[in-house]
Each structure stands twice: as C-alpha cells, then as structure tokens.
C-alpha cells in the first residue's frame, strides 16, 4: 500500500457510506454486470457521483474515465477495507432473546465474521444449546481469551453492559458491537458501535406523529 494513501485517515462519514457501496455492487454482480459508473452506482445508493468518487479516492486509485469501475474489482477493493476478506472470530454476551436472533443470524460468516461462542450469566441457560453452540458463563471469558476475539457483541441488559464491556476490555478486546441500551464507557483505542433499537423507534415515531398533525418530516 502507497504510504501516503497509508497515512490518510479515511473519515468516519466515508466509512459509513462503504458498506452500502458494497451491498449495491453485490447486488449488481448477481446480475452479471461486468463494469458500472459512478453516476450509475451513486443512483443506486442515493448520493451523488462526486461524492461517491471522493469516498472512493480514499481507498485507492482504480476506474477508467469513459468506461467505469470493474464491478468484481471495486467489490474485492471495498471488502478489503472492511476487513470482510479475512474472517475475524465474533462472540456474543447476552443469550437473551437478541442475543439468540443474533446467535442464529446466518449472515454474519458471508460479510467476514464467524461467532464461536456465547455467553451469559444466567445458571440455568449455561450447558444449553443455541444454533448448536452451548452458552458458557461469562466468567469464561477469561479462560477463553486464546481464541483471539477480535469483535464482542453486548446483548445484555443495560445495567450489565458496562461491566461486561471492562473485562471484555482486560482480555484485549478492542471491537465492541453495543445493543445495550445505555452509554458505554471506554478508553482510547477501542471502537464501540451502539445500536440502539429504541431510540430509532422513536424517530420513526416523530416521523408518523408529524404525517398525523400535517407537518412536513423528513425521516433522516
């Protein structure tokens, strides 16, 4: 990799807009077409060309002028900077009703991650089986820090996040995936990204209480 592509940091609106890139470009493989523009492919992801060019930029130099970007190319580009091109080892801490859906959700391996293991605190869900793996204690966690966990996923209720998140943090966990309803606190150096069911309800809830009342509302 170029150093100085190297040393550029990629911001964090560019990142976000990445995966959405790469959903569309699969997309339009599975329908076996071989090359896409920039004005095409920003059509398809509701942002404009320009935009999408200076995402792209970031990654790396790649697109002819006149005839586009090779589909199987930019899909192999993007997915490299999402890290979907190695498998990075997933496990869940909640074995609650999320973290269950979770446990059985099929897409995970096909974007780069793998679960192996889950967790919970509850004595009657340890030794039981979810999608064919058995819940362990959390206090395995600990004992299990050889398996190399590079993402945790808290499913937890929120008054337990925090304290899953440090000992999560103490083994050399720096990837978190928080669906805890609550604040989560951590030092440098590692990501945390809360998705919070609730709170995004309640915007689609602002949104229909303002069709109710006649006021104009944009969902985003």
């Given amino acids: 990799m170029d150093q100085n592509r190297k040393s550029k940091r990629i911001p964090p609106t560019t990142v976000a807009r990445l995966p959405l890139y790469l959903r569309c470009l699969e997309e339009i493989k599975l329908k076996k077409i071989r090359s896409i523009s920039s004005f095409e492919l920003a059509e398809l992801t509701g942002h404009n060309a320009a935009q999408l060019r200076k995402d792209l930029s970031y990654l790396g130099e790649f697109g002819t002028r006149g005839v586009g970007y090779d589909t199987t190319e930019l899909i192999r580009q993007i997915g490299k900077w999402l890290g979907v091109a190695a498998v990075r080892s997933v496990v869940i801490v909640g074995a609650g009703h999320l973290g269950r859906a979770l446990c059985n959700y099929a897409g995970f ?34 004992v299990n820090n050889s398996a190399n966990i590079d993402v945790a996923i808290i499913a937890t209720p929120a008054g ?36 919070d069911f609730s709170a995004e309800l309640q915007i689609i809830g602002f949104h229909l209480a303002s069709i109710e009342h006649g006021l104009s509302s944009d969902c985003c």
Avoid: M, W
């Fill in 109 to 142: 391996f096909n974007k780069g991650f793998d679960v192996v293991d889950i967790y919970d605190k509850d004595k009657s869900k340890i030794g039981t089986e979810i999608a064919g793996f058995k819940i362990k204690h959390i206090d395995e966690l600990e």
């Fill in 160 to 195: 337990e996040a925090q304290d899953i998140v440090d000992r999560l943090v103490s083994i050399g966990v720096s990837s978190i995936l928080n669906f805890a309803p609550t604040k989560i606190e951590v030092g440098k150096g590692i990501c945390v990204r809360n998705v």
